[in-house]
């Protein structure tokens, strides 16, 4: 496998990486202009706040924060509104618990939040959930059950663009490393019995906090060696015949000398990407970057 970056002038930056056979053109994702911060003050604030997920009708963001007060736990969904051309006043959402509730993210139709939390009932310690969208509010939360979840932590579910697999990372034995990326395909009843990314993507380090960009192939997720001490960083990967490629680290227009991770497709917009990094004064924000990405051939 070759890597290749090119340092393009201006704001776009353009990382090529090569997990295509002989002969075949690599596949390109370009990072287009810089990041912006979402809802300055609304909801990126002086508090930490994590993976942005904005509903296919851009009207509603939801976050997680893990120091923000006014929750019921030390790990909160947020939620804000649009409407009259701004963001309003973010409160915690309904289906928070007195645990952890963390990582949202809509489906691409807006009908489902997926999200993490070690509440009680679960299978261990950190569990995905669903809770239906219904109207301006939310059902109650289902466990994804045994197929999905295990004894250790999962984190950051996203649902594929057309609805058919599930990815997000786990601890659970048999892995590489400390977290592994895994996927799960939608069956009648649920969900199949998940299986570890194939290919080079899982490493000794952990690979976490991944979304599935708008051609429901291509990766965006985390690594860090030990993501308690170590920066981390974000890095695409692309697939191959061989299973994922081992990934290359985005530009400085996504990542910085602190940690960045995550990463959620805009379901409002599919051109774009959010993310969370360490930008401003306080902890982590919330940013969007827009992309392009063309594949072999193309």
Same mark, same amino acid.
């Given at each position: 496998?070759?890597? &290749?970056?090119? %340092?393009?002038?201006?704001?776009?930056?353009?990382?090529?990486?090569?997990? !295509?056979? %002989?002969? *075949?053109?690599?596949?390109?994702?370009?990072?287009?202009?810089?990041?912006?911060?979402?809802?300055?003050?609304?909801?990126?604030?002086?508090?930490? *706040?994590?993976?942005?997920?904005?509903?296919?009708?851009?009207?509603?963001?939801?976050?997680? /924060?893990?120091?923000?007060?006014?929750?019921?736990?030390?790990?909160? +969904?947020?939620?804000?509104?649009?409407?009259?051309?701004?963001?309003?006043?973010?409160?915690?959402?309904?289906?928070?618990?007195?645990?952890?509730?963390?990582?949202?993210?809509? /489906?691409?139709?807006?009908?489902?939040?997926?999200?993490?939390?070690?509440?009680?009932?679960?299978?261990? %310690?950190?569990? +995905?959930?669903? &809770?239906?969208?219904?109207?301006?509010?939310?059902?109650?939360?289902?466990?994804?059950? #045994? *197929?999905? $979840?295990?004894?250790?932590?999962?984190?950051?579910?996203?649902?594929? #663009?057309?609805?058919?697999?599930?990815?997000?990372?786990?601890?659970?034995?048999?892995? %590489?490393?400390?977290?592994?990326?895994?996927?799960?395909?939608?069956?009648?009843?649920?969900?199949?019995?998940?299986?570890?990314?194939?290919?080079?993507?899982?490493? !000794?380090?952990?690979?976490?906090?991944?979304?599935?960009?708008?051609?429901?192939?291509?990766?965006?997720?985390?690594?860090?060696?030990?993501?308690?001490?170590?920066?981390?960083?974000?890095?695409?990967?692309? #697939?191959?015949?061989?299973?994922?490629?081992?990934?290359?680290?985005?530009?400085? !227009?996504?990542? $910085?000398?602190?940690?960045?991770?995550?990463?959620?497709?805009?379901?409002?917009?599919? /051109?774009?990407?959010?993310? /969370?990094?360490?930008?401003? *004064?306080?902890?982590?924000?919330?940013?969007?970057?827009?992309?392009?990405?063309?594949?072999?051939?193309?």
């Amino acid at each position: 496998m070759i890597l &290749v970056r090119y %340092a393009l002038k201006a704001a776009t930056c353009l990382v090529l990486l090569g997990g !295509a056979s %002989a002969g *075949e053109q690599p596949a390109r994702v370009t990072i287009t202009g810089a990041a912006e911060p979402f809802a300055p003050e609304i909801a990126s604030t002086r508090y930490s *706040e994590i993976r942005l997920t904005l509903s296919p009708d851009g009207r509603t963001a939801l976050w997680f /924060s893990r120091d923000r007060p006014g929750g019921p736990g030390g790990y909160d +969904i947020w939620v804000s509104r649009r409407s009259g051309g701004r963001w309003r006043p973010a409160t915690p959402v309904s289906f928070n618990s007195a645990g952890r509730d963390f990582d949202p993210a809509f /489906s691409a139709d807006g009908r489902f939040v997926y999200f993490c939390s070690d509440r009680a009932g679960g299978s261990g %310690a950190d569990d +995905i959930y669903r &809770v239906p969208v219904i109207g301006d509010g939310f059902g109650t939360p289902v466990n994804l059950g #045994p *197929e999905v $979840n295990s004894a250790g932590k999962e984190f950051a579910p996203m649902l594929s #663009p057309d609805g058919s697999t599930l990815l997000f990372s786990s601890d659970r034995s048999g892995g %590489a490393g400390g977290h592994d990326l895994f996927t799960a395909h939608r069956s009648r009843d649920g969900f199949a019995v998940a299986r570890r990314l194939a290919g080079a993507l899982n490493t !000794a380090a952990n690979e976490f906090d991944a979304t599935f960009l708008r051609d429901g192939a291509t990766i965006v997720f985390a690594r860090a060696m030990d993501f308690r001490k170590d920066r981390v960083d974000l890095l695409f990967a692309v #697939p191959s015949g061989r299973g994922y490629d081992a990934g290359t680290r985005l530009p400085a !227009a996504v990542n $910085n000398d602190h940690d960045t991770y995550g990463p959620m497709l805009d379901w409002s917009d599919r /051109s774009r990407l959010t993310f /969370s990094g360490e930008r401003g *004064e306080g902890g982590m924000d919330l940013y969007r970057v827009r992309y392009r990405i063309l594949h072999s051939g193309g």
